[in-house]
């Protein structure tokens, strides 16, 4: 059940509204009655870590042409992406519940038009020498830079997927490097 923010909260029930003090209460108060832990990174090594993370939006081929071509009304398609991303990985933090707020050392991204499958590919690498990985920031990065791409696009192309959003390699920590097969 969805109630408005200023209602009473019982178990199972979402909040939404705007953000207002009201609501920064009731939420406290929900995650007060919640059992969730943040992992504690202080107890880390500093290492020198990263992380890259891909994925893609399948367009029809007259949309792709347009953001070729930079004749999209709301202008640079892949540049305004590609701010949005580097945007996005920076404020991981404020938009994942848990997740560390991070100073990243750099932040690539990278967009390509694919012809062959009318999409364009996103990769983005995080990097930072920290006690926690940048995985998050990663993802966050190519998961908004495909949501600007397809809010500069939509007014052309609904039917715009955004897929295949994932972890494609990690190093550094504890748990050593990681490379998707």
């Known amino acids: 059940m969805t109630k408005t923010f200023g209602a009473p909260l019982s178990a199972g029930e979402m909040l939404v509204g705007a953000d207002t003090a009201q609501n920064r209460r009731q939420f406290e108060r929900l995650a007060q009655r919640s059992f969730y832990l943040s992992e504690a990174a202080s107890a880390k090594d500093v290492t020198e870590r990263s992380a890259t993370a891909k994925g893609s939006v399948v367009m029809r081929p007259e ?31 404020d938009l994942i519940p848990l997740c560390h707020p991070l100073v990243l050392d750099s932040i690539g991204v990278d967009l390509a038009c694919d012809p062959a499958r009318n999409a364009v590919d996103i990769t983005a690498t995080c ?16 998961a908004v830079a495909a949501l600007t791409i397809y809010d500069m696009c939509k007014a052309v192309d609904r039917s715009m997927r955004l897929t295949e959003i994932r972890l494609v390699q990690k190093t550094g920590g504890k748990s050593g490097t990681f490379e998707a097969t």
């Open 63 to 93: 949309t792709l042409r347009m953001i070729e071509e930079g004749s999209a009304k709301k202008g640079d398609v892949l540049a305004v992406a590609r701010l949005a991303a580097i945007m996005g990985a920076k404020r991981t933090s």
């Open 127 to 142: 990097k930072l020498s920290g006690r926690t990985g940048v995985e998050m920031e990663a993802l966050t990065a190519v």
